[in-house]
Structures are given as structure tokens and as C-alpha cells.
């Protein structure tokens, strides 16, 4: 098979994506991933990209196109850090989260302070179900942005995924003195009595 065929079963691959994750509703994932243990986002940062909503026709093609030009962009320029970070928005806007990890990775690479990237791989991680991962993308992010409300959610969720009672409520804590009004905070709160019920 040679490049530009790979490339194109590429392309074909991402537009089944694009179709799958358009039919998917984005409102109620957090709450089914929070009872079945499965990781997602649903309080998305100030700088997260769009969801795709019903884009069809040329709204379709156009995203692939974005996605296929960045693509080539960030092969082509591994040490160009907004090449990097804008395959991996686009990546992750399809849900091919492995991908979108490896293209956050190389940026980290080039800009290993940059606490953006370094939220994004905590997200990233957190939603193709690599809770390790995450937890130690979250908790350098946290390292620079202490009470970054994107930070303790996404570490209270994944501790909470991970079955860590004890560093869920101390991040679900934190969480409430920073935004007290968070959506999440009763399903953490829920889930995490769920936890402590459970015999040792």
C-alpha cells in the first residue's frame, strides 16, 4: 500500500468517526461514565475546540480537510508546537484519543511548561480510559495552576474512576471552595459515597 493510499484509508477511517461522534449526544455522557466507569468530559476548558455539531455535506468535507492539512503540518513540522497541538484538538474532536495524545506529547516535547498541553494530555488521558496517565498529567498541570477548576474536576473524576476515596474527596473538596456551583459536584459526591460503602 503506498502513502497516499494509506492516507486515504486514513481519511476514511476518520470521516466513520466524525459520523459516529456526530450521532453521539455529548449531555449525558459524563453522568453514564460516572456509573459505568467509563472516562469522558463533559466541563470543557475556556480554549477547548467546538464540539462538532450537525455538520453534513460541506461541513463534513471541510473538517476533513482541516483534519488531513493538519495532519501533514504536524508530520511535516514535529518541532512546530501549534501544529502539534492543532492535530491533536482535531484528533480529539473525533474521539481518536490515542492519536491526539501522541501529537500532545510531541508538543509537550517542545514546550514541556506549557500548562495547557499539559491539561489537555490529563483530559485526553482521562477520556480513553488511561487513569494513571491522567492523574500524573493532572496533577503537573496542577503544579502550575493549583486551583484551576478544569485541574481538581479532572482529577477528582479520575481518582474517582480509580476507586482513591481519600484523594477524590480532598479534589472534590477543593473543588467546592473554588467553584461551589459546579455542575459535577453531586455525581462526584454520589459516586464517592458509593466508595466509601463499599466493604475494605
Do not use: C
Not at 136 to 143: F, T
Not at 161 to 182: F, H, M, R, S, V
Not at 189 to 194: D, G, I, Q, T
Amino acid at each position: 500500500m503506498t502513502r497516499d493510499n494509506l492516507l486515504f484509508a486514513i481519511i476514511g477511517v476518520l470521516l466513520g468517526f466524525i459520523g459516529g461522534f456526530l450521532l453521539a449526544s455529548n449531555i449525558s455522557q459524563r453522568e453514564a461514565a460516572l456509573r459505568t466507569g467509563a472516562g469522558t468530559t463533559q466541563n470543557l476548558p475556556a480554549e477547548h475546540p467546538p464540539v462538532p455539531g450537525n455538520q453534513a455535506g460541506e461541513g463534513g468535507q471541510q473538517m476533513l480537510a482541516s483534519v488531513q492539512t493538519a495532519m501533514k503540518q504536524a508530520r511535516e513540522n514535529p518541532n512546530d508546537f501549534d501544529a502539534q497541538v492543532t492535530a491533536a484538538k482535531l484528533q480529539y474532536q473525533i474521539q481518536r484519543y490515542d492519536q491526539a495524545i501522541e501529537y500532545l506529547l510531541a508538543a509537550n516535547k517542545v514546550k514541556p511548561e506549557d500548562t495547557e498541553v499539559l491539561t489537555w494530555l490529563g483530559m485526553v488521558n482521562m477520556d480513553a480510559a488511561h487513569y494513571d496517565a491522567a492523574e500524573k498529567w493532572y496533577r503537573a498541570a496542577a503544579l502550575k495552576k493549583p486551583n484551576d477548576v478544569m485541574v481538581v474536576d479532572g482529577l477528582a473524576f479520575v481518582l474517582l474512576q480509580k476507586g482513591d476515596a481519600k484523594g477524590a474527596e480532598q479534589q472534590i473538596d477543593k473543588l467546592a471552595k473554588i467553584e461551589p456551583t459546579n455542575q459535577d459536584l453531586p455525581q462526584f459526591r454520589a459516586k464517592l459515597a458509593e466508595l466509601k460503602a463499599k466493604p475494605k
